[in-house]
């Protein structure tokens, strides 16, 4: 292992400092700023995202890169988990492009060195990212191309990686839960969500519908943190839809790379087979399709599901699409119930009055990841009011610690010897770094 290209020349065998760590992340952002429509056709080309979206997801990615200078008093002087010159290992989902980058240099900065695996869906994005790190930051970050299971393997018997970063799926990781207590090696593991969004009576509806409009439909709804379970009080039930179903069929559904197309066809083949599934056996219990319902090929049109039941799959199951699953309620205490009776607890996002504030209050896990005896289902690592997605996910694993409860994330780590478990939201950056 090269460790002399992470450590700074100036004799002192301390690595850069901070200041300069952030100098070449402001070199990485105005390199993605000149190869933004580049970075746009790479996504659509991989994902079949749309223009739009991917052109807000290369701003997004430039503005968190800048906010690192912000995290300077919380960051500044940490070492690497595993010592100078050690390896993180980061493994990434195909549902994003540039946000990507605010992983590999959360990570980064407090001084890993990190091997990237894309998504095998992503293989333009991948190489044009890699010309893009390459001549700033060199071997200190690389970009490698194996399967995921070759990847965590050869992680786990590396003695220079500290440490596994995976995003996907919980059933692809939980498996390996035995051969990360035998290394003494730590995950970090960011996973679905089937995010609540409550409106009650005296929400504003505007702002409910905004949110829910831009959080549902973008990326054709493929997000970890876009609502899944859309729960509205039973006293504005029928207002709320028909407005929800006026803006749905708004929505223009065409080819990724027409830059008036809203919603695109969903990457993953399995993500529209299960869609297909939710969509048929809510109708078979009972449900109603509003609007949409339609599949052609990986085509999804955007669908409003009203009268949808707990039981329903698209109530279970993450739904990774354009499809929207709605439900009625009557009192706050129903509605936390129902919000905390699922195995996945990333995000939730609630809109109205002190009732609101009170089930907010009651679905919010701890401010930063902490031991837990055992899986902690019925709480959220998130938890909104009246606030867009947009505004709750600034700085998200940059100053906002991310991430879940239940099987929406977790960490494994061996600490004095002892195997433990965490949960709740956390930085990527302190979790693969000692203190000073």
């Not at 995202?49 to 503005?63: A, H, L, N, R, Y």
């Not at 493929?222 to 899944?228: N, S």
């Not at 048929?280 to 339609?294: C, F, I, L, P, Q």
Request: aromatic share 10%; hydrophobic share 40%; glycine share 10%.
């Amino acid at each position: 292992m090269d460790v002399a290209y992470a450590v700074k020349a100036d004799g002192n065998g301390q690595g850069p400092s901070y200041d300069e760590r952030c100098q070449k992340l402001l070199a990485l952002a105005e390199s993605i700023r000149r190869s933004r429509v580049e970075i746009v056709r790479a996504a659509v080309a991989d994902i079949g995202f749309t223009v739009k979206d991917s052109e807000q997801e290369v701003d997004s990615s430039i503005d968190r890169l800048k906010m690192f200078a912000e995290a300077k008093p919380l960051l500044e002087g940490r070492r690497p988990l595993g010592g100078k010159g050690s390896s993180v290992s980061l493994m990434l989902s195909y549902n994003g492009s540039a946000w990507l980058n605010t992983a590999i240099t959360s990570i980064y900065m407090v001084g890993n060195r990190v091997n990237v695996k894309f998504s095998s869906k992503g293989p333009r994005l991948s190489e044009l990212t890699e010309s893009l790190y390459k001549p700033i930051f060199g071997d200190e970050v690389r970009f490698l191309r194996e399967s995921g299971k070759s990847f965590v393997e050869r992680s786990l018997t590396d003695p220079g990686v500290s440490s596994v970063v995976v995003f996907g799926s919980d059933q692809n990781v939980m498996p390996y839960q035995d051969a990360f207590r035998r290394a003494g090696k730590k995950l970090v593991f960011e996973g679905p969500g089937q995010d609540p969004f409550v409106v009650f009576p005296d929400a504003s509806l505007d702002l409910a519908m905004t949110d829910l409009m831009v959080s549902k439909f973008s990326y054709a709804g493929q997000t970890c943190v876009a609502p899944k379970r859309i729960f509205i009080h039973r006293s504005i039930y029928e207002e709320f839809l028909a407005r929800f179903e006026e803006r749905v069929r708004k929505l223009v559904v065409g080819p990724p790379g027409d830059v008036y197309t809203d919603i695109s066809p969903v990457a993953s083949r399995l993500a529209v087979v299960r869609i297909q599934e939710q969509l048929r056996d809510a109708v078979e219990k009972g449900a109603k399709v509003v609007v949409g319902g339609k599949v052609v090929g990986n085509l999804v049109t955007p669908t409003i599901v009203r009268d949808s039941a707990d039981d329903m799959l698209g109530m279970r199951e993450e739904v990774f699409g354009p499809v929207a699953f709605t439900s009625p309620f009557d009192t706050r205490e129903e509605v936390i119930a129902r919000a905390k009776d699922h195995k996945y607890g990333l995000r939730a996002a609630l809109f109205g009055g002190k009732d609101a504030e009170e089930a907010a209050r009651q679905l919010v896990g701890e401010p930063y990841c902490h031991p837990v005896p055992d899986y902690t289902f019925g709480k959220f690592g998130t938890v909104t009011l009246n606030q867009t997605r947009a505004e709750s996910w600034r700085g998200a694993f940059v100053t906002k610690p991310a991430g879940g409860y239940g099987y929406s994330g977790w960490i494994w780590e061996t600490v004095d010897g002892k195997f433990r478990l965490k949960q709740g939201p956390k930085l990527l950056s302190v979790e693969t770094s000692l203190p000073a």
